[in-house]
């Protein structure tokens, strides 16, 4: 049951999000969506070297390995992974026109959505290796810890839920359907992550592997979307202090709860 819940918080905090469609007039206004970008890069960024590099180290060096060689090549492997998912899915992100991935003719709103779809499969994968962490019992992770991501990664899906279902509303489609898209953006993270525990406790002994995969791939996330939609125009300062608060958090909350 624990495991349930921690792989469905996620998923709560993107729904909720996505439901501020009915309670707000206008869609979002830009300064504050930058400061919700840069909140999201922060707590990815810190999730990623508490939660998952820092316990891929440790764990490689208690099973008596070269600790910095499964965090490298696990890190890279999630990057390479996304790259390529996001070579060959077709998707839109968001302020943006140009479509990327393979040409297909589909509509702007199932383009936006696996856009952000894209990105919480790294998310979901997170929750999932850490869980699987704590179940070995010998990866200096504990279960609290796996919260604490969880939560963490819920908190960021927040903002993430209203900004993808406020600039569908804002571009004509109806609430409750614009709510829907926004809920199903988040709706691969406990499907990924489930799957990342089946897959993670058949194969304990590379599990480090597994948390700097997961690493890699929020890295490139970061990197690739949310801190460019955070730093594009003006007020890019605002992006830059919700990534530092976002940060601070995430860190606050593995140490504080791991």
């Not at 099973?63 to 492997?77: E, K, M, N, R, S």
């Not at 999630?78 to 140009?98: E, R, W, Y």
Request: net charge negative; aromatic share 8%.
């Amino acid at each position: 049951m624990n495991i349930l819940i921690a792989l469905g918080i996620p998923f709560i905090g993107t729904t909720l999000g996505a439901a501020m469609v009915f309670f707000m007039k206008e869609k979002i206004a830009p300064k504050l969506e930058k400061a919700l970008l840069g909140f999201a890069s922060g707590v990815m960024i810190a999730a990623s070297v508490w939660s998952l590099l820092i316990p891929s180290i440790d764990m490689t060096e208690a099973q008596g390995g070269i600790a910095w060689v499964p965090a490298t090549i696990g890190f890279l492997f999630g990057v390479a992974f996304l790259l390529l998912l996001d070579t060959l899915i077709p998707h839109l992100h968001l302020n943006s026109d140009k479509p990327e991935g393979v040409h297909a003719k589909i509509s702007k709103t199932l383009m936006m959505l696996f856009a952000i779809t894209l990105h919480n499969i790294p998310e979901g994968m997170a929750v999932g290796v850490t869980i699987a962490g704590a179940l070995a019992g010998n990866a200096g992770i504990t279960i609290t810890g796996a919260f604490a991501l969880s939560l963490g990664i819920a908190i960021q899906n927040f903002p993430e839920g209203a900004i993808v279902s406020m600039p569908l509303k804002g571009e004509g489609m109806g609430k409750p359907k614009a709510f829907l898209c926004g809920m199903a953006s988040g709706a691969v993270e406990p499907v990924f992550g489930f799957l990342t525990i089946l897959l993670a406790a058949q194969m304990t002994r590379i599990l480090p592997y597994f948390l700097s995969f997961a690493a890699g791939a929020m890295i490139y996330v970061v990197v690739e979307e949310l801190i460019p939609e955070a730093q594009a125009g003006e007020h890019t300062n605002i992006g830059t202090i919700g990534t530092a608060i976002g940060f601070a958090l995430m860190m606050v909350l593995d140490v504080a709860l791991g």
